[in-house]
């Protein structure tokens, strides 16, 4: 003999089979289009737990600037110095920077280089 469901437990079955459908949509970055940002450090705030950065331009993004950033890690603040290269990701949506990895600059190749990271 089949068991019967109660309207509410079928009501349940229905919703939660209704919401299997939207799991498999991508959702967006809620930070937006990520970015590259290669520049110079010209300030360091610990206080603020932030930086300012003489930025490259980034194409499609930025045009060459020097505002002042949030920091993901403020581990870094104390590694960081006035006048050295980074790299680091940026978010369209958030002011904030992430991955922040200093780079070496030499005669033979000028483009920032990031340092090669250990293998996990």
Do not use: C, W
């Not at 010209?42 to 993004?61: D, H, L, P, T």
């Amino acid at each position: 003999m089949p068991k019967r469901l109660s309207l509410g437990a079928a009501a349940m079955t229905l919703l939660i089979a209704g919401l299997f459908p939207f799991a498999a949509i991508p959702q967006s970055n809620p930070r937006g289009k990520s970015h590259t940002l290669f520049g110079t450090v010209e300030g360091i705030n610990e206080f603020a737990q932030s930086i300012r950065v003489v930025q490259e331009q980034i194409k499609g993004y930025s045009d060459a600037r020097a505002p002042t950033y949030n920091v993901d890690d403020v581990r870094m603040l104390k590694k960081l110095e006035i006048g050295d290269r980074i790299v680091a990701m940026i978010y369209e949506k958030d002011d904030t920077l992430y991955d922040i990895r200093v780079v070496q600059i030499n005669d033979a190749n000028p483009v920032p280089i990031p340092p090669q990271r250990p293998p996990r």
